[in-house]
DNA sequence: ACCCCTTTTTGAACGCGTTTAAAAAATACG
DNA sequence: CGTATTTTTTAAACGCGTTCAAAAAGGGGT
């Protein structure tokens, strides 16, 4: 236990050292120019050492990622506990996550750049980063299951994976969003979810609900994960 | 004009031994082991006259983009040609372009990469790449104008640019798809298809109607180019 | 204090995409 | 034909992410 401890105390402080060092080099001159070299000088080591702790550059960044992740689950859990109106729940869950990723958001592009990669270690279907997404799909579940809206039975257990498949969306939407804030994002937010909550409506009357739950089967069966 | 083809036929002969090298490199080695000094060499060039001819590596692998647009249209006016219903012309016209990319899938994934890096010229939404995209969605709107179904009169005018970022999700699919020849694409583009088509037709419902066309407006609103 | 084993760091190198100044080849023109 | 201009090629270099064998540092057991 202590042993433990004080056996990794020193990798992980030079971990923070390591994500200091970058996360200063990367909001003040973005992530190209963040080389290695830099990030290893301003933490007081080598390259090598630097590869030591982290596999790639790509994986500094990624840490960033959980780590927007993590922050926003104070805010999302608010919003939970403060609302009902799945509405205003799934709206609230994806915001707080695009409210705390706001410093990130430059360099996030060149995350994305690595997730885009089909059959990189750190897209977002992947092996290696499928318990962030387990976990973030568990809070839409929440979101869902605890809001006082009428879902459709054959939809709602299906209904988390498709609002984070969604979110994927939407953040890619984010990176691309080049005005002030990503301002655009947080109005296409409101108003999809907001065209998403009409189409679970829609779905309870009779004879929409076919078409709804053709929509959850097409998902189901083409989801890109797993 | 004769005097402009001589003088241009030496660099366009150059270009297409690079690209006859580069294919042979990409479809033998992949894009990452294909490297520029390899394809230099089997060029019978040095590195630095092969950038005289593209500027990046990149640029070369989008040119093998833009070759399987061009080689999909005989067999996709072929298709418009021979059908009427909605459902197949649209399934045609991208059905069509996958199998003649089909041999370019996994070097595709390279120009991925690139065309999701926000901002960059090769990506779909770019200014650079805006003469390819116009085309595509005249196509488009060639297979939707053509076709026999009944389509919503605020809806019909849009729904080509609708359905080329569709097909560009599609791709993206695609690039992702590690079933044999990709044949689950396949899958998806016939079931996806449908559903847009119901979802055509039960627009023209009274009651539906503002649901597509809230539909419709979202997307003109947020459309991620332009 | 010593040895042993694991963790961490070093310094040099590799191969990559790309750039560049200068040379060479091709072409235009009087 | 000879000269001026443009097009193409060369050879060398740059900085990048990354790797690796070897050295150093750290810590436990005797």
Redesign the pocket.
Known sequence: M??NA???????E?RQRILDASLKLFLETG??????????QLS?????????????????IFHFYEKSYQDHLEPARATLNNNKALKTRITGLIKTHLDVARPYHQISKALFRVASTPGHPLSPFSEETRELREENISLLREGVNGSSDRIPSGIKDKLPEILWLFKILIIIYWLFDTTPDQEKTDRLVDRSVDLIVRLLAISNLPGMKSFSERLVGLFEEFKPYQ
Request: proline share 3%; no cysteine.
């Open positions: 202590t042993m004080t056996k990794n105390q020193k990798a992980a030079t992530y190209e120019q963040a080389t290695m070299r830099k990030i290893a007081g080591l080598t390259p090598g050492a630097t590869y030591y702790h982290f596999k790639t550059k790509e994986h500094i």
